[in-house]
């Protein structure tokens, strides 16, 4: 039976939709292939990034414990009495304790060591930064903006202190002191908290010390600029890339660093003798106490002596013609005896003559143990001792520490220009002469325990200090060291990854050093290299 012309024409018809149905199921075919292998591909890329960041948040943690084990690591080594600290090589540039300290190794890389680095600025004289060192900043070489309201009470902080810092207004720093100060009264050019009311949001005046440097940016006219330069990643160090800064040229050269570079919220200095005790208060109101602690430590003639002047107003004439007798020829009466006047500082004993009444009813005249030298460098050599061992055993400041004085033999030139009372020639020979070894350095070492160094150093040096009223008047300021040291610890793995840093400061004059201040800066590149960091070392 023949197929009809109009079969035929449906036949036709369904083969080739047939045709089409399987061309277009093979595009969908191959679609969804491409599909699927981009999903495959996208999940796997994906899960390789999860895993990336799993590792690098892993690694952050692990390098955040290593930054801890390093605050641990450094209040450990601060522990320890000056001599062993001397003998491991310090604190100042110490490569050998403080670079490259390895912590843990990796489990599945034993040769992946995890390590921390105390690593900071090297500034030269001027506070221009060279490099970098393994070691602690010694806060006692900076200005200690929170001991300014009582430095104010003896001079005009203003124009004599804050406006030796670069880039400080007349306008800056009367509001730095009013923030400081314990009133809500306004300085010539300052600001309180009728200003700082006005501002969105508004807030008050601290009136009191500062806490942390973001607590100075709440400060009228205070800009990070100001506080940190170009140094936007706060390591201390102008690296490659702050250093091609556009502005770089329009910033004086001293405020590259910002004032982070010469000023400090955290200074202070022990209060005890070399072998760690206390130092006896020679203003102690207890004279009968004081009597005792004096005979401690110093024989009868300086135990009374001391107490004669507490008990003297200063008025009293000298008889004409009476005997000079030693103070322990001189007899003490406590029945009698009452505190008249306090030191100012120990430096009122060094050739205090006194008047007395010997034990028969005499008058007579007491030299102090400690004479006043004259000016030449062979009898001043002799003085210098006499005077270390007095300052060591004696203050006149109370409490275990003595905050905020500025340590000379490690300041820079611009935080020496803050110390009130020292003129430009001055400053010239303590950085000249700080680092000026002589024929017997050990000596030398031991006079330069305190800063009356600048007055005592003999021969083959003229002193600094010509006069003890000059001297005892920068006594207040100056300091051969400081008990409170700023460590940049970073921690760290050799393959880079997941690198961490903070800063912390450390306080020394406890029996236990204690954390003072914490910050973690692991959100700022550290600005250091894995080699410069230590890995070879660590490894």
């Not at 010539?188 to 009191?208: C, I, L, T, V």
């Not at 107003?313 to 009452?338: H, K, M, S």
């Not at 840093?501 to 004059?509: P, S």
Request: hydrophobic content about 40%; some cysteine; charged content about 25%.
């Amino acid at each position: 039976m023949k197929s009809s012309p109009r079969s035929f024409e449906l036949n036709k018809k369904r083969n080739g939709g047939n045709q089409r149905r399987r061309g277009l199921v093979l595009i969908i075919v191959l679609v969804t292939v491409v599909i699927l292998s981009l999903s495959a591909y996208t999940f796997t890329a994906l899960m390789q990034t999860e895993e990336q960041a799993s590792r690098l948040i892993t690694r952050r943690m692990q390098s955040k414990y290593l930054v801890d084990s390093g605050i641990d690591y450094t209040r450990q080594f601060l522990a320890r009495d000056q001599a062993s600290i001397r003998e491991v090589g310090g604190r100042w540039d110490n490569p050998e304790q403080f670079q490259g300290v390895p912590v843990a190794a990796g489990v599945n890389d034993p040769a992946n060591v995890g390590a921390f680095t105390l690593i900071c600025s090297n500034l030269d004289d001027e506070a221009n930064p060279e490099g970098f060192r393994y070691g602690l900043i010694d806060e006692s070489s900076k200005l200690n903006l929170n001991v300014l309201p009582f430095w104010d009470e003896q001079v005009d902080v203003r124009t004599e202190v804050l406006a030796a810092l670069p880039g400080m207004t007349d306008d800056i720093a009367d509001a730095i002191l009013d923030w400081l100060d314990a009133d809500d009264e306004s300085r010539d050019f300052g600001a309180e908290s009728n200003y700082y009311r006005s501002q969105s949001p508004p807030y008050e005046a601290k009136n009191g010390p500062l806490d942390s440097w973001d607590e100075l940016l709440l400060i009228r006219g205070i800009t990070p600029e100001l506080l940190f330069g170009l140094d936007t990643n706060r390591n201390g160090v102008l690296d490659e890339s702050e250093a091609a800064a556009e502005n770089i040229s329009s910033v004086d050269a001293n405020m590259v660093l910002g004032w982070a570079n010469y000023v400090t919220l955290y200074s202070n200095e022990s209060n005890l003798n070399v072998d760690q005790f206390p130092r006896i208060n020679i203003n102690d109101d207890d004279l009968e106490q004081l009597y005792d602690d004096l005979r401690s430590r110093f024989d009868d003639t300086w135990a009374n002596f001391i107490i004669h002047w507490r008990s003297t107003t200063g008025d009293e004439e000298l008889v004409p013609g009476a005997p000079t007798l030693p103070a322990n020829q001189v007899p003490v009466d406590f029945d009698a005896v009452i505190s008249q006047r306090k030191f100012r500082n120990v430096l009122d004993l060094a050739g205090a003559i006194l008047p007395g009444v010997d034990g028969d009813g005499n008058d007579v005249i007491m030299n102090s143990p400690l004479p006043e030298p004259g000016l030449s460098p062979e009898t001043m050599q002799e003085f210098g001792p006499a005077l270390v061992n007095t300052m060591n055993e004696l203050t006149h400041f109370e409490g275990s520490s003595i905050p905020g004085r500025i340590n000379i033999m490690q300041a820079s030139r611009i935080v020496l220009n803050t110390i009130p009372g020292l003129t430009e020639e001055q400053i010239d020979l303590i950085i000249a002469r700080r680092e000026f070894e002589l024929d017997q350095p050990e000596s030398v070492d031991v006079l330069r325990l305190h800063p009356t160094w600048l007055w005592a150093e003999g021969a083959p040096l003229i002193p600094i200090i010509s006069s003890k009223d000059e001297m005892s008047a920068l006594l207040p300021y100056i300091c051969t060291g400081g008990d409170v040291f700023r460590a940049e610890i970073i921690g760290f793995f050799p393959d880079g990854i997941g690198t961490s840093r903070a800063e912390g400061v450390i306080d020394t004059i406890a029996a236990e050093p204690r954390l003072l201040f914490w910050r973690d800066k692991s959100h700022l590149p550290s600005g250091y290299s894995v080699d410069v960091l230590g890995i070879g070392l660590a490894q």
